[in-house]
């Protein structure tokens, strides 16, 4: 549009095509790896960033360069490439050591960030919760501490020996002390997160409900898998690490109320800081009954034994390797009939899922009741009619329940994880000697009526030896 004389709008009448604007931030991607070029997982980082990648660089070596990460002649070649594709930012598919940070910046004349700086942002972006946004500055702060350096360098040099130390100096250990309260503060504050989750922890351990959480490499669909099984409307979109906050809905399975919990994605090299930072977050899936291992099944395989490997490490890191686990193969719907054959063979264990169809989503909720009804015991209770309480605590965790009113109480058989018949022990009827390898109590059935078989002589009865004759 233009203004006309008469200061009216019109067409252009020769309008040029608008040129597409250059991205604000243009990274040149570099990696040390031992062998492939596959450097997807990072350029999708970079993407979800905000970051335009203009190009990348591997070099092949069993070790990166303890100073510069890559060796000197391969610095020459990407400082080139570099400016030749516009970049102005160096993005390195590692996590580099402060010396490597600064050589890199030397020797390529540009800023150098590495892969846990790329996650950090994504992370820093995305938490909206006050929660996360404590634990995404305390793994920030954690990271940088190290990496402080001085704004004031050109005063250093001013001091010459004891008692002359240069403001410069003065000034950045300053800048550290601060760091290090404000580390000790957010921690502090987790720790009242921590114990807030665990008081909400405690009013659903009352209600006795299965806990299902979900944990899976990030992107694998774990948000929309929880929409499938509970009806929920949780945000989904296609990108790394959009859920940072666990959400917990409640589900019906065969008439038995559950609780299921999408908690935050996991990733290959996924930084330590962000595994202490978000230890509240965490331990969600640690105290889980079972956990749904979702693994995105359209990736090949070689990329998806990585994945599971990389999400088993943190699980136990985090004090959940222990837990009851089930594979779910989820994103059936892009799988080709070959690659479903492969995925039957190659992980039998595993529940082929399309969360985004509804494929297989029944056949899960079956097998969810069948890992809980393995940890199960049969249970019978004495219960004091004094104790009514507890008789209604029953009722409300299981509808399978035998009820048998007797002069000393109430006799019930049921069914409940083991867990919780712990609870219960002293209204047992069974005594300490039935009970089974793990120490829950079985229920004693009278046997079969049998031919009754001849007792075993008594050492009375034998008949007295006869006495010895001398020789």
């Known amino acids: 549009m233009q203004k006309s004389r008469n200061g009216r709008q019109e067409p252009t009448k020769h309008a040029s095509p608008q040129k597409q604007g250059r ?24 993407r979800t960033a905000g970051v335009a990648v203009v190009g990348q660089t591997v070099q092949h070596r069993e070790l990166p360069h303890p100073n510069t990460y890559l060796g000197e002649g391969k610095l020459e070649e990407v400082k080139e490439l570099a400016k030749a594709a516009d970049a102005n930012v160096i993005a390195c598919d590692d996590e580099l050591s402060p010396r490597q940070e600064r050589n890199l910046e030397q020797a390529l004349g540009m800023p150098v960030v590495d892969r846990t700086v ?42 010459g020996g004891i008692g ?30 921590k114990g807030h989750r665990a008081t909400m922890r405690t009013e659903r351990d009352r209600a006795h409900l299965p806990q299902v959480a979900l944990a899976g490499y990030t992107n694998a669909g774990k948000s929309t898998l ?29 008439g038995r109320p559950f609780l299921f919990t999408d908690t935050v994605g996991f990733i290959r090299k996924l930084p330590h800081q962000l595994v202490q930072a978000f230890g509240a977050t965490l331990e969600e899936t640690a105290v889980a009954d079972l956990v749904l291992h979702v693994v995105d099944a359209s990736a090949e395989e070689e990329e998806l034994l990585a994945m599971l490997k990389a999400v088993d490490d ?27 054959t492969e995925l039957a063979h190659v992980h039998p264990e595993g529940e082929l899922v399309s969360a985004v169809t509804g494929e297989g989503v029944e056949a899960l ?8 009804e393995k940890g199960l015991c049969d249970l019978e209770l004495l219960i004091p ?12 965790m299981t509808h399978e329940l035998e009820r048998e009113d007797t002069p000393e109480g109430v006799r019930v058989r049921l069914r409940l994880p083991r867990t919780i018949a712990a609870r219960y022990d002293r209204f047992s009827t069974a005594p300490p000697a039935l009970r089974d390898e793990f120490g829950d109590p079985v229920i004693a059935h009278p046997p079969a009526t049998e031919a009754a078989a001849p007792a075993p002589p008594r050492a009375s009865d034998a008949p007295a030896a006869a006495p010895a004759h001398a020789a």
């Open 23 to 46: 991205a604000k931030q243009r990274a040149y991607v570099i990696a040390a790896l031992q062998e492939g070029e596959d450097l997807s997982e990072m350029r999708e980082l970079l």
């Open 118 to 159: 790329t996650i950090l942002d994504i992370f820093a972006g995305h938490a909206n919760s006050a929660e996360g946004k404590l634990q995404v500055e305390l793994a920030q702060l954690q990271y940088n501490l190290a990496r402080m350096r001085g704004l004031w360098t050109h005063l250093e040099r001013l001091g």
């Open 164 to 193: 002359t130390r240069g403001p410069g100096e003065s000034q950045i250990e300053t800048d550290r002390r601060l760091a290090r309260d404000r580390i000790s503060a957010l921690k502090r504050r987790l720790e009242d997160v």
């Open 226 to 254: 929880l929409n499938a099984l509970t009806g929920a409307e949780v945000g989904v979109r296609d990108r790394l690490f959009h859920t940072l906050d666990p959400t917990t809905r409640a589900a019906k399975l065969d």
């Open 314 to 340: 943190v699980l136990e890191e985090i004090g959940a390797g222990e837990n009851p686990r089930l594979l779910v193969l989820n994103k059936a719907d892009q799988l080709s009939p070959e690659r479903r």
């Open 365 to 372: 909720r079956l097998r969810i009741l069948e890992e809980f």
């Open 385 to 396: 009619y004094g104790d009514g309480a507890k008789l209604a605590e029953l009722h409300e």
